[in-house]
Structure formats: C-alpha cells, structure tokens
C-alpha cells in the first residue's frame, strides 16, 4: 500500500479535495481522503499538483497519423474529405515502416499528453498491436465504409472474421464501426447493428451529422456527396434518401442505442439531441478537427443543455495539430464559456471511459479502480484548479503516477 499526498485531488465522481490523500494498493485505488495533521510522514507527497484520472480519448484514428499536416485545412467538408482521398492514395502501404512508426509516435504522443484509453477507428486492424503492447486501453473499432454493397452480411461476416483472429487483452479490444450515413449502405447498418449485439458489450462507433453536406445528401439524395459517390464509383441507383436529418434516419433503423458512440454532432438540431437522450447514446465532439474539415463550430453549449452525454475526442492527426485531449478542452471552453469546468474535466474521463465501456475500472478515482492516474502542475495562487486545468495545459506538465 503506497499512499499519495497532492494539494489537489480531482476524483470526478465527487468535487475536488483539497489537500487530499489516495491510497494505492497493487495497481487499484484503495481509498481517497483529506489529510489529517496526523497523517503519516512516509506518505509519498507529489508536489504542486492535481491529480486526476488519466484522460479518455474517445474518438481518433491512430492509423492516419502518418498524414500529419497532410491534408490542408479547408473551408468546406467535402474538399477536405477530397484532400484526405487523395492523400491517402498518394501515401505508402498501410503496412508501410513510415505508417508504422507515426503510429507509434502517436501512442507515446497520447500517454505523454495524459491519455488512458483511446476509441481508436480505423478502416485496417493495424494499430491493434502497437496498442495492445502499450499501455493504454483501448476499443480498436473495424470501421466499415461500403455505399455501395450487393451482399452487406458478407461484408460484415468478413469483418468480423478477420476481428477473431485478433487476441484481445484485458485492455484493448476490437469491435465494429459504421463510416457515416453517407458512405454505409442502410442494409451494412443493419448487419453492424446485429453483429455488435451479439457480442455482450462492444460499443460501436458512427460519424454522424458532422457537416452540412451530409444533412443535404440524408435530406434530398443530391448535393456534394452524390456527386462525389458518383465519381469514386460508390453510388448505388437503388438508394432511396431517407429524407429527415441523419439522426433520424439511424434512429428509426435502429441503429442508435447506448453502445453507440455518434461522433461530431455538430449539425444535430435540439430534436436530434432529444432523440440521442432518449437512446442514451453518449455524443463525442472533436471540435478542433471541425473547425480544420469544414464541418464548422460544434454547438457545445446545446450539447450540454440537452443533458447527452458528451465524451471527447481528438480525431486523427489528419485534421487535429496533436492528440492532446487538454487542447481539445481549451478550445471546448473557448466555444463554451457557459458550460462549467467540471462537466468538461467528466466528459474527458468519466464519460469517455463510460461510451466505451471501461468504466468499471477507469474515468473516476474510487477504491476498486485502476490508479491509472495523472499529475498535472499547478502554479502556485491557483485558486480554481478546475478551470485551470481547462485552459490549455501542455504534455509538460503532465505526469503519470507510478
Ligand atoms: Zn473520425
């Protein structure tokens, strides 16, 4: 038993101790308190700082990182997704050293910036095993993109052939993603959907309503989207436009429950988040990749005022500068000055270690969890160390407790 002394300890479940103490046990929190004058002496003390749970990274794409600064910011969506084709056609084997290596820079970039858990999506099984011997946990999400598929079971039955061969650990998983509405055929959803439900606790991922071009395509079947379906030979003449917003158009297939995590939002009316309410299904935003796509400003401040669950992501380095979560929180203030600290600082943990399952030992300081925990410095005369904690804080300042 070792037990730890910080003038700040952020256990999310409950407000923050001042002049606290945890109590680590092999690996497990044991107990949490303030710290009495008798306190013992031995107790090891951690200087100037908070800690708090490592963060949740609940949306990125580990694969991709090879395109760092790849793919130039634009000003609409669908000329970014343009850029990030055509990047991706230019650049190496998926199995490639280069692509291999950014994929390890990227795990030692997440660990050193606070991350414990990643969601990482990714249309190879690639990063499963650089994340398996890391360590962080992880959900691997399989992501399928098929408009276009004449035998969507098989699609998916391939799929998930190729998950089983995959070893899972006890922290890192694989499982099932959908692309986004406008490049999964409604049968492919399906089949995700039942494939996901057979096994007891795979969360599964979508992209959905991230930009204007999606909601048009969901709406009317025509605009940008169609246009570039078209050109990538992905068009299917059979597609029906399910007309409404792509919220409701996965909602009524059934697709939208607590396991899935809809990531981006940002063209989600309030009677989208109503709907994702009454799903349960948690909202990942990634704001700084939207404002680089095109996809445009997240509207945090409904997010939170809906009562959805909002978890954080990064995205990929294709569209995001690093995998900082504590820069992903800068700017979730910036956009959001109304929405306290402290839901911001749960979205990063709790939240994130709840829409992929790994809340049971992860997101909150409690006797019984993993003391997966972090130390962040503090200047001294920081009075509000939560909304300090939101303001930007560098890879520097970040420690993990051993
Ligand atoms: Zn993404």
């Known amino acids: 038993m070792i037990r730890y002394h910080a003038p700040w300890i952020l256990p999310i479940n409950e407000p923050p101790i001042r002049d606290g103490w945890i109590a680590v046990d092999r690996g497990r929190v044991a107990a949490t308190g303030r ?6 002496a031995d107790a090891v003390d951690l200087g100037e700082v908070v800690v708090l749970p490592g963060l949740v990274n609940a949306h990125t794409h580990l694969e991709l990182s090879y395109l760092r600064g790849a793919v130039p910011p634009s000003a609409a969506f669908i000329t970014w997704v343009r850029g990030l084709i055509a990047a991706r056609r230019q650049g190496p084997d998926p199995r490639a050293p280069e692509v291999l290596a950014a994929i390890d820079d990227a795990i030692s970039d997440v660990i050193a910036s606070g991350t414990a858990i990643v969601g990482d999506v990714g249309n190879t099984l690639t990063t499963f095993g650089p994340l398996a011997r890391s360590p962080l946990a ?5 992501e399928l993109i098929r408009f276009n598929a004449p035998d969507p079971e098989a699609v998916v039955e391939q799929a998930c052939r190729e998950i089983d061969t995959l070893v899972p650990t006890d922290r890192v998983h694989a499982s099932l993603a959908a692309h986004a509405p406008y490049s999964v055929a409604p049968l492919v959803f399906r089949a995700i959907r039942r494939a996901v439900d057979r096994e007891p606790f795979a969360p599964c991922s979508v992209h959905l309503s991230e930009a204007a071009e999606e909601v048009e395509f969901i709406r009317s079947g025509g605009g940008p989207w169609r246009a570039l379906l078209q050109e990538l030979g992905s068009w299917d003449p059979a597609w029906v436009p399910p007309g409404g917003t ?4 996965l909602d009524d297939s059934g697709f939208l429950d607590a396991r899935v995590l ?6 989600m009316t309030d009677a989208d988040l109503r709907r994702l309410v009454a799903r349960g299904t948690p909202l990942v935003t990634c704001p700084r990749s939207n404002g680089q796509t095109g996809a445009g400003a997240p509207p ?18 294709a569209s995001a500068p690093d995998l900082n ?11 959001a000055p109304g929405v ?8 990063a943990t709790r939240q994130g270690a709840r829409a992929l399952a790994f809340d049971g030992a992860y997101g909150t300081i409690e006797p019984g969890k993993y003391a997966r925990l972090i130390t962040v410095a503090v200047p001294p005369g920081t009075t509000d160390v939560e909304e300090y904690l939101v303001g930007g804080i560098q890879p520097e300042q970040v420690r993990w407790v051993e």
């Open 35 to 40: 710290r009495a004058p008798a306190d013992d």
């Open 138 to 142: 992880a959900v691997v999400f399989y």
């Open 246 to 249: 792509p919220v409701q158009f």
């Open 262 to 267: 809809a990531v981006h939002g940002v063209q």
């Open 300 to 317: 945090i401040e409904d997010f939170y005022r809906s009562g959805v669950r909002v978890a954080i992501g990064t995205d990929s380095l």
């Open 325 to 335: 979560l504590f820069a992903e929180l800068a700017t979730m203030r910036a956009l």
């Open 340 to 347: 306290p600290a402290a839901a911001l600082l749960d979205s």
